[in-house]
């Protein structure tokens, strides 16, 4: 399974791992790591240390994240990003949407 | 496609073959007792005219028979047959192995061996029924997905022309400007535009919407629409970008976005200014072989909310031979047959080679043909390349065909005036200038009429409402400074105006336009001013730089200060075009 859920110590933090490609095929597989409507969770952090490539499709992917966990108001951290996607989140300027670290 | 469960207990029409009476007469019994319909014959060319006039399900064929043996009615057959899977089985009493395999090599699916064992058989006719049956299927799928796909082909091909009619009316194919996009690059996301502004110079846009196919290309219609219907108004760089991403915003989905790159080109004022969302560094490369990287610094198109989103162009001065160039991220992505990506290695590899003679387009494209070796098939790129020019050399809009110059408004006045902080939020040129269009007489010239106005606002703003010192252009830190200077006296301008009025009536032989520009700003002494008084360049003025007043002067038949110098007045004549061009001298 490519993506991988858990929950932090304190359960309001939702961690998503994404191995491999972060593309279009981890479409549904991404979603279905965030859209369970629990109320508990108030972070999200993206964990992109297993994470190889990342396009396009993908910064789509995050936006919608984004939207679901309150748009302006939503608290996301991407981390532990390799340089070849930290490059693309940087190009996009997605600095200005996601906290990446 | 038909009931699965009824196909598969459909009685079978079963062809079968053998000159032995006694043994086709056992075998046909047998047959008919389990359900099958049943042909016979008794030599292979009879077996092989029935099997072309009866198409059967089924064939059992006898291996040696007189006039033509079961292996060559077997090729026969199997031939016929097609893409279409008929079971070809063969009867024999044949035991040594050469035999049998002679048989499958012929086309033979499999044998039965004399004396039939009516178990056996019914098992192999069911069994070779069911692969029939899934033969049959996966041809039916095949076939269908093929013509989907002729549909989907189809329909795209129409998409594109009818994109193409939109996309391309603008000047992608002035002598300055060289680019390259694939025929489908539109069913990629990419997208490149290019308008001539009425001010002078061109307008480019290069975007890469997410995704594939029709969702990618959607979007790129009303992006087409708003660029080449605000471009030619004379809106500028900004207020474009701010209509696109408000559209892209509002309707594309979510996660659908648009990565874009617009270059506003002045070859007056020798300037690009360039916004950059998403798509890879842009490059200035100067004639001098000076190179300087434009990166993104915006999010792209239709992430952002209106009120968020960040127009701001960032400006760099640049002299006829600059180039700038501009790709979208498939040129970075193109792939050599290991899987290397060209990458930004490539790019600025090249650009690290490149001599002062090479044109950077020619040098790229050669580049990116070489390191993937098979450039037809991984063809999705977007490469752009524009040169600065020559103001004069540059075609604007081109020669309408001459109006009936009786038609549309001749005699009116109007006045606007824009007061207050509108003074730092919104230019009035396109309105002006749209007002002035509705003139057919003045349609032709809607470039000399933008450069008149645009001169004339221009200068009542920046040097009579700002105060702005037109000396600080002429060196490049002043440039930065000017326009930084500029921003912050913008924030400050209450009390002002600048008021136009625009005055066309009609003359025997064509007609007039008066345009009379007054603001609230000092003045200055245009009785003292070497330039409205000789016509000749000043190194140093106070208010105009000679250029702006030099340029006015050529377009008007009469230019005339009042006042302070804070009201100017033009008058700008138009002929009717001549009928018959030989009477002429």
Known sequence: MPIQTRRDDDGQTLVISIEGRFDFSTHQAFRDAYEHGDPDVRYYIVDLSDTTYL??????????????????????????????????????????????? | MDDPVAEHTRPLRILIADDSDSDRLILKTLLKRLGHEVLDVANGLDAVSLFRQEAPDLVLLDALMPIMDGMEAAREIKFLAGERLVPLIFLTSLSEASALARCLEAGGDDFLSKPYNRIIIEAKIKAFNRMRLMHQTLTDQRDLIRERNRQLTE????????????????????????????????FNGDVLFASPRPAGGVLIFMGDFTGHGLPAAIGAMPVAEIFYGMANKGFNGQDVLREINQKLKRILPTGMFCCGAMVEADFKLNQVQIWNGGLPDSWLIRASGEQVALPSRHLPLGILAPDQFNAEFERVGAAPGDRVLMMTDGFLESADSAGNVFGERGVTGTLDRLDVGDHPFDAMMAAVHRFTGNFEDGDDLTLCCLEMMDEA????LPDRAAPSALAGPAEWRCTYEIRERTLGEFSPLPLLLHICMEVPGLRRKSGEIYTLLAELYNNALEH???????????????????????????????????????????KPD???????????????????????????????????????????KRLAETIRFHEQGNHVEIVYDWQFARTAENRND
Not at chain 2, 543 to 551: F, I, N, P, Q, S
Request: hydrophobic content about 35%.
């Open chain 2, 510 to 552: 064509g007609g007039r336009l008066r345009v009379v520009c007054e603001d609230s700003g000092q003045g200055f002494d245009f009785r003292n001013h070497p330039s409205v008084a000789s016509g000749i360049s000043p190194t140093t003025s106070g208010r105009y730089a000679g250029r702006g007043l030099l340029l006015l």
């Open chain 1, 55 to 101: 396009d396009s499709s993908a910064l789509g992917m995050l936006l919608l994240l984004r939207d679901y966990a309150g748009g302006d108001s939503a608290r996301i951290v991407i981390e532990n990003c390799n340089n070849d996607v930290r490059r693309i989140l940087s190009i996009s300027n997605f600095e200005q949407l996601f906290n990446i670290r």
């Open chain 2, 155 to 186: 329909e795209q091909e129409i998409a594109k022309r009818v994109f193409d009619n939109v996309a391309h009316s603008g000047c992608l194919d002035a002598t300055n400007i060289r680019y390259h996009a694939s025929p489908q690059s539109i």
């Open chain 2, 393 to 396: 050399g540059f075609a604007t």
């Open chain 2, 464 to 506: 009579g409402v700002l105060e702005l010192p037109s000396e600080w252009k002429h060196s490049p830190e002043g440039f930065g400074r000017y326009y930084a200077e500029r921003n912050r006296r913008l924030a400050s301008v209450e009390g002002h105006y600048i008021r136009f009025t625009l005055h066309h009536s009609l």
